[in-house]
């Protein structure tokens, strides 16, 4: 059961837009709308940003945007901020006995 | 409102034996899954297993299969990870997580484990 592949790091300048990517399989990203993303600062803890593909939970800024097309996954970050400087995790419920996979995780720096 | 409360930072030696605990708070217990995850320093986040408070249905992640128990005492709403052998390899921050149907929707504060001669 491999963990889902995301680019080691992205950067971009204030004002910008990126995108984060994560590929898995026909076991997880591809077979369900149950990809989920999550915003992790330095010694805190990962924070929920998007579920079941699109949906933002309460709180969390709309220029952080989910989508899919087959078995990649993407997060867009919108309007960069310094404060979204943190790494980025992708996750997705899996056909597995184990239920659930994490991606490799994104370092997103902003210039 | 919904928690994860963690037990404390731990220092071992390899060899010993460690049990750390995740209680929640706020919610119906027994119909969430609570999964552990681990995090080695400067490292991503990895799914160890999860367990079902409601039947104590357990679940490990295959690298992590045999090398640590993940149990569960609903009675008092807590979840337990523990190793009966540490390695200096076990090293890292273990997070407790609540599965709301198919994301992570809660997180415990996180539980630093050393393992050092």
């Known amino acids: 059961q491999s963990a889902l592949t995301q680019p080691a790091s992205v950067s971009g300048s204030p004002g910008q837009s990126i995108t984060i990517s994560c590929t898995g399989t026909?076991?997880?990203?591809?077979?369900?709308?149950?990809v989920s993303w999550y915003q992790q600062h330095p010694g805190k803890a990962p924070k929920l940003i998007i579920y079941e593909v699109t949906h933002r939970p309460s709180g969390v800024s709309n220029r952080f945007s989910g989508s899919k097309s087959g078995n990649t996954a993407s997060l867009a970050i919108s309007g960069l901020q310094s404060e979204d400087e943190a790494d980025y995790y992708c996750?997705?419920?899996?056909?597995?006995?184990?239920?659930?996979?994490f991606g490799t995780g994104t370092n997103v720096a902003v210039l | 409102e919904v928690q994860l409360v963690q037990s404390g930072a731990e220092v071992k030696k390899p060899g010993e034996s460690l049990r750390i605990s995740c209680k929640g708070s706020?919610?119906?217990?027994?119909?969430?899954?609570i999964g552990w995850v681990r995090q080695k320093p400067g490292k991503g986040l990895e799914w160890m297993g999860v367990i079902y408070p409601g039947d104590s249905d357990t679940r490990y992640s295959p690298s992590f299969q045999g090398q640590v128990v993940i149990s569960v005492d609903k009675s008092v709403n807590t979840a337990a990870l523990q190793w009966s052998s540490l390695k200096a390899s076990d090293t890292a921050i273990y997070y407790c997580?609540?599965?709301?149907?198919?994301?992570?929707?809660?997180w415990g504060q996180g539980t630093l484990v050393t393992v050092s001669s």
């Open positions: 706020g919610y119906n217990f027994g119909i969430y899954w």
């Open positions: 026909s076991s997880d990203v591809g077979r369900y709308e149950y």
């Open positions: 996750g997705s419920y899996t056909i597995n006995t184990t239920l659930f996979v």
């Open positions: 997580a609540r599965l709301r149907d198919h994301e992570i929707d809660y």
